[in-house]
């Protein structure tokens, strides 16, 4: 009889809670940065942000993209050691590089639209799970997901998709609702 074995053979496995438009990130600066820098410190949010997700500054009408979730309570990199997703973030990389100067205590609002789930890699597939305390349906699909167009989860279901780069798989719902993802 062979013992048994607690060790885990596949390095991909993951789990990861992922907001939809997460809120409560402000700007932390000494000073106000400049025209053209692209590293953000944040204080106060405590939702979910990703590599890939998009959003604003107050007062700013240009969309920023994540680049790198770079400091955080709670982060996970991809192998080459990019921030790809991360829980109480304080610190993002953003493109394009700022347009305007940007001062303390503005706040980062990720975009109500449809958006891609963190870039983790998978040799076949991922779990999406709606949180049972969702105030709403999410809807899971492709980058033209809408709520009105999609595989709908409501609170506390969950959908297994085969595929082999999370951020395949796109997400809308209403702020501040999240799912579980999980994947090998």
């Not at 885990?8 to 025209?35: E, K, M, P, R």
């Amino acid at each position: 009889m062979m013992g048994q074995t607690t060790a885990q053979a596949d390095a991909s496995v993951f789990g990861a809670i992922v907001h939809q438009a997460g809120t409560g990130y402000l700007t932390n600066l000494g000073t106000t940065l400049a025209v053209g820098a692209t590293s953000i410190i944040l204080d106060t949010g405590t939702s979910s942000l990703s590599k890939g997700q998009t959003g604003k500054f107050t007062g700013s009408t240009q969309l920023y993209t994540i680049v790198s979730v770079d400091a955080a309570g709670t982060r996970d990199t991809n192998s080459a050691g990019i921030g790809i997703h991360g829980v109480d973030v304080t610190q993002i990389t953003v493109s394009p590089a700022l347009v305007a100067t940007l001062a303390n205590n503005v706040a980062f609002t990720p975009t109500a639209a449809a958006q891609a789930l963190p870039p983790y890699q998978v040799t076949d597939s991922i779990v999406v799970l709606a949180d049972a305390s969702n105030s709403n349906n999410i809807f899971v699909g492709s980058d033209s997901v809408t709520v009105s167009y999609g595989f709908m989860l409501a609170a506390g279901s969950a959908i297994e998709i085969k595929c082999t780069d999370a951020s395949s798989v796109y997400i809308i719902g209403t702020t501040n609702d999240h799912v579980y993802i999980t994947g090998s």
